[in-house]
């Protein structure tokens, strides 16, 4: 018996000894400096008054670079999803290395930017805004200060899921700023959701009123933002020990994002568990359960009597895919159960200036292997950094996918006229392009060979652009 008790504790104490994790208890710069690494913090203000914390990493090699990157995270996350990989596998080092100037942005409400000019952040108020607040205020204001610091025109922008959604938002809502993107970088795009097949938030799709509103009795409107408690409900429930991490790696993030045992770091759990979620407004999960619900990419639903007051309109106006003339370069997964691939498509048709579609080249790479995979590098970043070297170059001319459907048959404000802006950079090259009789696929949708030469009619474009 006494060997049995013996054995029963040698058998927990094997799951209940914890291992030490530097980046779980430290701040993103912190993080950022403890490997050996230059990092600035700055403060951005918005239009409507938010704080934003955003993090800057110097690069670290000599090399002469044209535009920063910078580099937006998801929904419940922080810039801490860039950097929690570490120098081998996480983006923003990656980029750090290659001599480029990296931007790691922060959207309003979470744990980094939890400050206004005068709301409070316990306050409704505060926390009254869903991804169209973010995409129309924070994304603008981030981008003009880090072209204000680095004196750039323009900057190459990738994101992550929701850090995709928001800039659709921002370029359909405010298309002046399409001209200050060299491209961007959609990881796991996310627009249309009404395909998605995460069981866990298809099930709470229909309580998404219902959660808002007992959320704003409680929390004033705040949802899952971090604090004492949140962080002590992340160590016992996912962190604890062994045991713990598993069911939380089978029954939450796998139920969520997609299943992958094999890529998966379940390693980085204690850490990704440290920082996220990091925060956002009820408001915002209930526009992703509206788009949901109504096949669209669409501003929030207020109801009829709220849509006429606020639009003008009985139904929300549609976001204007057409007006995003920004290259745009895709790379997504078929495992992914928040970016399906029928979603991605769908957004993917409606783009105009579209550099091509890429698809990982693993069957079961999830929604967050794009930032923990064990093999990101080789799966996904390589590819990535590729691009971007490409891109950034001073000689590099766009060569657009116009083998894929264009579909812009609905593509329209059902409240708003359309914006169109014929002094743009991107309208000047797309009106050009399109006099000429021939179609010029730039890349075909799932083969990224940024390195095709462009052909003579897209040559003949550029150059008729910055001689005329």
């Excluded at 918005?46 to 934003?52: I, Q, W």
């Excluded at 399409?178 to 795009?189: E, G, H, V, W």
């Excluded at 006429?308 to 370069?329: D, F, G, M, R, T």
């Excluded at 691939?341 to 069957?363: F, S």
């Amino acid at each position: 018996m006494n060997l049995y008790f013996s054995i029963c504790i040698l058998y927990q104490l094997q799951f209940t000894t914890s291992t030490f994790f530097p980046d779980a208890l430290l701040s993103v710069p912190k993080i950022i400096k403890r490997h050996n690494y230059n990092c600035e913090t700055h403060i951005v203000k918005t239009e409507d008054g938010y704080l934003l914390e955003i993090h800057r990493i110097q690069k670290k090699q000599n090399i002469v670079r044209n535009h920063p990157v910078f580099l937006q995270h998801g929904i419940l996350a922080s810039s801490a999803d860039w950097v929690i990989g570490g120098p081998k596998n996480a983006l923003a080092y990656q980029l750090s290395d290659q001599g480029f100037d990296v931007w790691l942005g922060n959207l309003r409400g979470n744990t980094y930017s939890r400050s206004h000019i005068s709301l409070d952040p316990e306050s409704q108020e505060f926390w009254d805004f869903s991804f169209h607040e973010i995409g129309y205020y924070d994304v603008p204001a981030t981008i003009d200060y880090i072209l204000e610091q680095t004196n750039k025109e323009q900057l190459i922008y990738v994101g992550h899921s929701m850090g995709t959604c928001i800039f659709f938002v921002m370029c359909s809502t405010r298309p002046e700023y399409n001209d200050k993107i060299r491209t961007q970088i959609s990881l796991a795009p996310i627009a249309f959701v009404n395909n998605m097949k995460s069981v866990l938030l298809n099930s709470l799709v229909p309580y998404a009123d219902k959660i808002n509103k007992i959320a704003n009795l409680f929390t004033n409107g705040a949802f899952l933002p971090q604090n004492a408690a949140s962080k002590l409900v992340s160590k016992y429930l996912c962190g604890e020990n062994m045991a713990n991490a598993t069911l939380c790696k089978k029954f939450i993030v796998y139920e969520i994002f997609g299943e992958d045992p094999v890529e998966f770091n379940a390693e980085l759990l204690p850490i990704i568990l440290a920082h996220n979620p990091a925060g956002t407004s009820t408001k915002t999960l209930t526009h992703f359960a509206q788009e949901f619900i109504s096949g669209n990419f669409q501003q929030y639903d207020y109801g009829s009597e709220g849509n006429i007051k606020k639009y003008n309109c009985v139904e929300p106006p549609l976001y204007s895919l057409s007006s995003v003339i920004a290259p745009v370069l895709f790379y997504h997964a078929t495992n992914d159960l928040l970016s399906d691939p029928k979603d991605v498509m769908e957004l993917y048709t409606r783009l105009p200036n579209r550099l091509g579609k890429h698809l990982i080249n693993y069957e079961r790479f999830n929604h967050v292997d794009f930032l923990y995979s064990r093999n990101v590098t080789r799966l996904l970043y390589r590819s990535v950094l590729s691009s971007i070297k490409h891109i950034d170059s001073s000689f590099w001319i766009p060569y657009f996918d116009r083998k894929t459907f264009f579909n812009n048959t609905i593509d329209y404000n059902r409240c708003e006229k359309k914006y169109k802006n014929e002094q743009s950079l991107w309208y000047k090259l797309m009106s050009y392009v399109r006099k000429t009789p021939e179609l010029h696929p730039i890349i075909s949708p799932d083969d990224n060979e940024l390195g095709n030469k462009p052909n003579e009619t897209m040559l003949n474009a550029w150059d008729h652009i910055f001689n005329e």
